[in-house]
Nanobody
Protein backbone atom coordinates (compact mmCIF):
# COMPACT_ATOMS: atom_id res chain seq x y z
CA UNK A 1 0.00 0.00 0.00
CA UNK A 2 1.43 3.34 -1.08
CA UNK A 3 1.38 6.10 1.51
CA UNK A 4 2.59 9.69 1.48
CA UNK A 5 2.77 11.30 4.90
CA UNK A 6 3.36 15.02 5.30
CA UNK A 7 4.61 16.76 8.41
CA UNK A 8 6.01 20.11 9.47
CA UNK A 9 2.99 22.34 9.24
CA UNK A 10 2.06 24.76 11.97
CA UNK A 11 1.03 28.24 13.08
CA UNK A 12 3.72 30.82 12.37
CA UNK A 13 4.12 34.55 12.11
CA UNK A 14 4.55 36.24 8.75
CA UNK A 15 8.16 36.54 7.68
CA UNK A 16 9.27 33.32 9.31
CA UNK A 17 10.02 29.90 7.82
CA UNK A 18 8.72 26.35 7.85
CA UNK A 19 9.98 23.15 6.29
CA UNK A 20 7.46 20.56 5.21
CA UNK A 21 8.44 16.94 4.77
CA UNK A 22 6.73 14.14 2.88
CA UNK A 23 7.82 10.56 3.37
CA UNK A 24 6.67 7.92 0.90
CA UNK A 25 6.28 4.24 1.68
CA UNK A 26 5.06 1.21 -0.17
CA UNK A 27 6.76 2.23 -3.41
CA UNK A 28 9.93 4.03 -4.36
CA UNK A 29 9.51 7.34 -6.17
CA UNK A 30 13.20 7.91 -6.79
CA UNK A 31 12.55 7.78 -10.54
CA UNK A 32 9.40 9.90 -10.54
CA UNK A 33 8.52 13.57 -10.15
CA UNK A 34 7.11 14.76 -6.88
CA UNK A 35 5.23 17.93 -6.11
CA UNK A 36 3.53 20.10 -3.53
CA UNK A 37 0.04 21.55 -3.85
CA UNK A 38 -2.05 23.63 -1.47
CA UNK A 39 -5.71 24.26 -0.90
CA UNK A 40 -7.83 26.74 1.04
CA UNK A 41 -11.52 26.31 1.87
CA UNK A 42 -13.78 26.88 -1.09
CA UNK A 43 -10.94 26.97 -3.61
CA UNK A 44 -9.46 24.44 -5.96
CA UNK A 45 -6.21 22.72 -5.09
CA UNK A 46 -3.34 24.84 -6.39
CA UNK A 47 0.04 23.77 -7.73
CA UNK A 48 2.96 25.08 -5.67
CA UNK A 49 6.16 23.31 -6.77
CA UNK A 50 7.39 20.19 -8.53
CA UNK A 51 10.76 18.55 -9.03
CA UNK A 52 11.92 15.88 -11.43
CA UNK A 53 13.35 12.62 -10.16
CA UNK A 54 16.92 13.84 -10.63
CA UNK A 55 16.31 17.29 -9.21
CA UNK A 56 17.42 18.76 -12.51
CA UNK A 57 14.06 20.34 -13.35
CA UNK A 58 11.99 22.36 -10.94
CA UNK A 59 8.82 24.40 -11.38
CA UNK A 60 7.23 26.88 -9.01
CA UNK A 61 4.03 28.88 -9.07
CA UNK A 62 4.92 32.56 -9.50
CA UNK A 63 3.66 33.55 -6.05
CA UNK A 64 6.29 31.44 -4.25
CA UNK A 65 9.31 31.90 -6.53
CA UNK A 66 12.30 33.10 -4.56
CA UNK A 67 10.69 32.13 -1.24
CA UNK A 68 9.99 28.38 -1.47
CA UNK A 69 12.39 25.60 -2.40
CA UNK A 70 11.47 22.02 -3.23
CA UNK A 71 14.13 19.38 -2.82
CA UNK A 72 14.25 15.65 -2.34
CA UNK A 73 16.29 12.90 -0.76
CA UNK A 74 15.74 9.89 -2.99
CA UNK A 75 17.42 7.29 -0.74
CA UNK A 76 14.98 8.36 1.98
CA UNK A 77 12.02 8.49 -0.44
CA UNK A 78 11.34 11.97 0.91
CA UNK A 79 10.50 15.34 -0.61
CA UNK A 80 10.70 18.64 1.24
CA UNK A 81 9.30 22.12 0.83
CA UNK A 82 11.37 24.85 2.46
CA UNK A 83 9.15 27.89 2.88
CA UNK A 84 10.80 31.20 3.74
CA UNK A 85 9.38 34.70 4.15
CA UNK A 86 5.94 33.26 4.73
CA UNK A 87 2.94 35.47 4.06
CA UNK A 88 -0.65 35.22 5.32
CA UNK A 89 -1.63 34.37 1.74
CA UNK A 90 0.38 31.14 2.10
CA UNK A 91 -2.12 29.86 4.65
CA UNK A 92 -3.50 26.56 3.34
CA UNK A 93 -3.45 22.81 3.69
CA UNK A 94 -0.34 21.60 1.89
CA UNK A 95 -0.32 18.26 0.10
CA UNK A 96 2.53 16.32 -1.40
CA UNK A 97 1.93 14.29 -4.52
CA UNK A 98 3.81 11.76 -6.61
CA UNK A 99 3.69 11.20 -10.35
CA UNK A 100 4.36 7.81 -11.89
CA UNK A 101 6.39 8.63 -14.99
CA UNK A 102 9.82 10.18 -15.27
CA UNK A 103 8.97 11.39 -18.79
CA UNK A 104 7.17 14.53 -17.69
CA UNK A 105 6.99 17.04 -14.88
CA UNK A 106 3.33 17.95 -14.60
CA UNK A 107 1.67 20.74 -12.68
CA UNK A 108 -1.94 19.60 -12.89
CA UNK A 109 -3.78 18.02 -9.99
CA UNK A 110 -5.21 15.25 -12.15
CA UNK A 111 -1.77 14.16 -13.32
CA UNK A 112 -0.58 12.98 -9.93
CA UNK A 113 -1.54 9.49 -8.84
CA UNK A 114 -0.59 9.49 -5.18
CA UNK A 115 -1.42 12.04 -2.49
CA UNK A 116 -0.73 12.64 1.16
CA UNK A 117 -3.35 13.58 3.71
CA UNK A 118 -2.19 17.17 3.99
CA UNK A 119 -0.64 19.36 6.66
CA UNK A 120 -2.03 22.72 7.77
CA UNK A 121 0.07 25.84 7.45
CA UNK A 122 -1.32 28.99 9.04
CA UNK A 123 0.53 32.29 8.75
CA UNK A 124 -0.61 35.25 10.83
CA UNK A 125 0.40 38.87 10.43
Amino acid sequence: QVQLVESGGGLVQAGTSLRLSCVASGRTFSNDPMAWFRQTPGKEREFVAAQSWSGGDTYYVDSVKGRFTIFRNNPKNTVYLQMNSLEPEDTAVYYCAAHTSWRSLPTGVNEYAYWGQGTQVTVYS
